[in-house]
């Protein structure tokens, strides 16, 4: 019994040792962005009636090429349920075209928020990392019933200056 005490102990001392509170992401050169957008239905082309919106926080490493991104939204189903099926994202060229990354995923929330990610195989290539920069993309939030997007709103990058 005694043993058990003292293997208990240490384990749980090694467990509180080895926690640390999370902190700051920060990038391994500095080169930083936050990521934000707001969006709604007055955006998409034609303007839309509806009263959903929608917005975004993220943050983005140039160098890694990865991005994290939380897309929130409210008033999803306009009366009548509806499912999001994914979050698209395209190049701002004025000509409908595939989305440069598709994010799949299905929710029935009328009020939540999505927290996800590009990186690695699945990330942006350095151009389209310059493109996202430079204020040339844009987002949509994509449903059962607006396959083609409910929201849409442009993507923001500002130079995170914390890291420099």
């Known amino acids: 019994m005694k ?4 293997k208990l102990l240490l384990f749980w001392g090694v467990i509180l040792v080895s926690c640390e509170k999370g902190g700051d992401l920060v990038s391994l050169k500095g080169n930083t962005y936050i990521i934000t957008a707001s969006a709604d239905a007055k955006q998409l082309s ?17 160098e890694g090429r990865v991005l994290t991104l939380t897309v929130a939204w409210q008033n999803l189903n306009q009366g009548v349920p509806d499912t999001i099926q994914s979050v698209a994202i395209y190049a701002s060229t004025g000509v409908v075209a595939e989305p440069v990354k598709l994010l799949r995923f299905i929710n029935f929330s009328n009020n939540g928020s999505m927290n996800m990610g590009l990186a ?12 996202l920069i430079e204020g040339n993309y844009y987002y949509t939030i994509n449903t059962a019933k607006y396959p ?5 709103g442009k ?6 200056r914390s890291n420099k």
């Not at 043993?3 to 003292?6: A, E, G, I, M, V």
């Open 3 to 6: 043993n058990l005490k003292y």
């Open 46 to 62: 034609p303007g839309s009636v509806l009263t959903t919106i929608s917005t975004v926080n993220g943050w983005l490493d140039k």
């Open 120 to 131: 690695g195989n699945t990330g942006f290539t350095s151009d389209q990392v310059a493109q």
């Open 148 to 152: 083609s997007g409910l929201v849409k």
């Open 155 to 160: 993507l923001i990058a500002i130079m995170n």
